[in-house]
């Protein structure tokens, strides 16, 4: 069995977005963006799809991981390149670009 060689991919922060009438709504106070993230950053992922890049928020990783398989398993058979996907927090979600790189 040949083995597969590996899959870099990278994953770019679009943007950072608030709810913040939701986030008054439900919170009772005014809310602020993410944290975690900063719009441009950057993280490779040259390692097996299940473990996340240093620093990267884990909720997001959960979030964005079944990307990433379609990278690492889809794009072996047609799939796509590039995928636009957000974090699942409702009142300030990040939106994110995961895409199969060489670099």
Same mark, same amino acid.
């Given at each position: 069995m040949q083995k597969e060689?590996?899959?870099?991919?990278?994953?770019?922060?679009?943007?950072?977005t608030i709810h913040q009438d939701l986030y008054e709504q439900y919170?009772?106070?005014?809310?602020?963006?993410?944290?975690v993230f900063?719009?441009?950053?950057?993280f490779i992922i040259d390692s097996p799809p299940?473990?996340?890049p240093e620093g990267f928020?884990?909720?997001a990783w959960a979030d964005? =991981? $079944?990307? *990433?398989?379609?990278?690492?398993g889809g794009m072996r058979y047609g799939g796509a390149d590039v995928y636009v996907?957000?974090?699942?927090d409702g009142f =300030? $979600?990040? *939106?994110?670009?995961?895409?199969?790189?060489?670099?």
């Amino acid at each position: 069995m040949q083995k597969e060689e590996p899959i870099k991919c990278k994953i770019t922060v679009l943007k950072r977005t608030i709810h913040q009438d939701l986030y008054e709504q439900y919170r009772g106070k005014p809310g602020n963006l993410c944290e975690v993230f900063t719009e441009g950053q950057e993280f490779i992922i040259d390692s097996p799809p299940f473990v996340p890049p240093e620093g990267f928020c884990p909720w997001a990783w959960a979030d964005i =991981r $079944p990307f *990433l398989h379609g990278i690492y398993g889809g794009m072996r058979y047609g799939g796509a390149d590039v995928y636009v996907t957000c974090c699942t927090d409702g009142f =300030r $979600p990040v *939106l994110f670009k995961v895409e199969r790189t060489t670099a």
